[in-house]
């Protein structure tokens, strides 16, 4: 276990759905982040939650609406995806996004699929 | 041009085999180097980190940094089947986001 859970581990949803996914970190940490992993690319970074304020949004589609409501607690809400959202989608947390290491540790992922 | 260049593979080795695998940079900012190691259906997991250039040792583990050749490598020892997975190298500079590379997908085989 590293200390971020996940759920649900796995998802499928239509294009016209409203669905959640949320992750908690019992770290101790105060940054949060949620990446998106689809296959033979890189993590992509989608979000950034430092001291539960907003410090990065990458370009991502308002249909992924992130809420950080404490800085263990990070959800990311989907309405009306497209089939190309399908991937894998990681959450992680570090102590800090400032820290000069950086060091996160990253969920099991929701595996997600939109028909 | 991608910031980090790692070859995705797959590569696929007898068991007891030395591994090396490698990540090469272009932004010479770069002084924090993780290589993080992810099975199937799980998320990625700290394997080695270091900081600047070096060697960094841990049991079958070695990770390497060349600053400047801007070239990063992980040597497994004596791989096992339980090595098989993707292996992620990911660097940054100090306080700022990592940077991923595409991952490679390594099978050991008994």
């Known amino acids: 276990e590293t200390g971020v859970t996940q759920t649900p581990r796995h998802l499928v949803m239509g294009m016209t759905n409203k669905k959640s996914l949320k992750c908690e970190q019992h770290l101790g940490h105060n940054a949060m982040y949620w990446y998106k992993q689809s296959a033979k690319k890189p993590l992509e970074l989608m979000f950034v939650?430092?001291?539960?304020?907003?410090?990065e949004n990458n370009s991502v589609p308002s249909r992924f609406s992130p809420e950080c409501p404490n800085s263990s607690h990070l959800f990311l809400h989907l309405h009306t995806l497209q089939p190309e959202d399908s991937a894998l989608y990681l959450c992680?947390?570090?102590?800090?996004?400032?820290?000069?290491?950086?060091?996160?540790?990253f969920g099991a992922g929701t595996r997600l699929s939109v028909l | 041009q991608k910031e980090v260049e790692q070859d995705p593979g797959p590569l696929s080795v007898p068991e007891g085999a030395i591994v090396s695998l490698n990540c090469t940079y272009s932004n010479s900012a770069f002084q924090y180097f993780m290589w993080y190691r992810q099975y199937s259906r799980k998320g990625p997991e700290l394997l080695m980190y270091?900081?600047?250039?070096g060697n960094k040792e841990d049991g079958r583990f070695t990770a390497q940094v060349d600053k400047s050749s801007k070239y990063i490598s992980l040597f497994i020892r004596d791989s096992q089947p339980s090595d098989s997975a993707t292996y992620l190298c990911a660097m940054s500079v100090s306080g700022s986001r990592l940077t991923f590379g595409e991952g490679t997908q390594l099978t050991v085989n008994p």
């Open positions: 270091t900081y600047s250039s």
């Open positions: 992680a947390s570090s102590q800090d996004q400032g820290a000069a290491k950086n060091i996160q540790y």
């Open positions: 939650y430092n001291f539960k304020e907003q410090t």
